[in-house]
DNA sequence: CTTCAGGTACGATGCAAGTCGTACCTGAAG
DNA sequence: CTTCAGGTACGACTTGCATCGTACCTGAAG
């Protein structure tokens, strides 16, 4: 359980419900999108999505990420990085993952 | 395509977002966790949910399972039948039911 | 030190959505 | 015909949520 110390819900602990709820909004979808398309699992500072929304709202969008279990949030101060929980994911909802990639790319506008 | 008078989109059109959205709700995912456990695929009556919320409610669900494209409705007037589109969901976005079966029965209490 | 960019906390706002009350429709059974 | 259960249409209410404004914090660079 390295480099989490924003922590979301343990891999055993997350629920559905909460899942789909994070992944009901365009935005944190596109995220989610985004990441999971990415197979190194690599960091990613959360400016690096560009997404059309501010700061305050980019930090909303992120806790729900992070309190849904799909991504673990690192705090360097002042500074923030990303990262997916693929293996926690995949371990408990095996093909989710593989479901936001069957959604046309582009199709991220917001409403 | 066969007793399906009350349709939703087409295979191909079906939408990730509206799926999610769909799902997000308790009483909905519980509906689909239903269909999705009966392999059978049997046409069900829709008061065979016994959810607790009202008549006018329960339209408004399987109405929003409908144009999400998970169900169809078959209206018979005074009454309606609900079958889930298992074939159409595997073809669109393949896994997506094996999901609800990993949720533990019995959490589908309102909020 | 000051400055500045990245990020958070809190509150307010506006809109979408879940819920139900009332009224009405439909078809089957008396 | 009347009665009744299942279902819908419309509207009202309430809650949740996405969004942003203001203020504040953090750490790095001058």
Same mark, same amino acid.
Request: aromatic share 4%; hydrophobic share 35%; glycine share 10%.
């Given at each position: 359980?390295?480099?989490?110390?924003? #922590?979301? =819900?343990? &891999?055993?602990?997350? @629920?559905?419900?909460? #899942?789909?709820?994070?992944?009901?909004?365009?935005?944190?979808?596109? #995220?989610?999108?985004?990441?999971? &398309?990415?197979?190194? @699992?690599?960091? /990613?500072?959360?400016?690096?999505?560009?997404? =059309?929304?501010?700061? *305050?709202? *980019?930090? %909303? %969008?992120? /806790? #729900?990420?992070?309190?849904?279990?799909?991504?673990?949030?690192?705090?360097?101060?002042?500074?923030?990085?990303?990262?997916?929980?693929?293996?926690?994911?995949?371990?408990?909802?095996?093909?989710?993952?593989?479901?936001?990639?069957?959604? =046309?790319?582009?199709?991220?506008?917001?409403?």
């Amino acid at each position: 359980m390295a480099g989490r110390n924003l #922590v979301g =819900p343990e &891999a055993d602990a997350l @629920d559905l419900g909460a #899942v789909f709820r994070a992944l009901a909004d365009e935005h944190r979808r596109s #995220v989610m999108t985004e990441l999971a &398309a990415d197979r190194s @699992d690599s960091e /990613r500072g959360c400016n690096s999505f560009d997404l =059309p929304i501010s700061k *305050q709202t *980019q930090t %909303h %969008h992120f /806790r #729900v990420l992070r309190e849904a279990g799909l991504i673990d949030e690192i705090d360097y101060g002042n500074r923030k990085g990303i990262r997916l929980r693929r293996t926690d994911i995949e371990k408990r909802f095996p093909g989710l993952l593989a479901l936001l990639g069957e959604e =046309p790319p582009g199709d991220t506008a917001p409403r």
